[in-house]
């Protein structure tokens, strides 16, 4: 999936949770609690380049342009 900086994430059921974003090597740089169904994700001022989101027991790659 990629994006310029903006992520918006949904869920039609339960609340989001807890959100993890990690860089290419596994690095931790994101760690969230989501209370809600609806949340938007900046990365602006993140580096070019892949990057790992982890919701609950899903894991989705990104891509940051």
């Known amino acids: 999936v990629p ?9 039609t059921k339960d609340n989001i949770g ?11 740089l994101l760690n ?6 609806k949340t938007t ?3 602006k001022g993140y580096s070019t380049g892949v990057y790992i989101l982890r919701i609950k027991n899903t894991i989705t790659r990104f891509v940051v342009n």
Request: charged letters at 15%.
């Open 18 to 28: 807890d959100i993890k974003v990690y860089n290419i090597n596994g690095k931790l």
């Open 41 to 43: 994700l900046n990365f």
């Open 3 to 11: 994006t310029s900086s903006i992520l918006n994430i949904n869920s």
């Open 32 to 37: 969230n609690r989501v209370d809600a169904l």
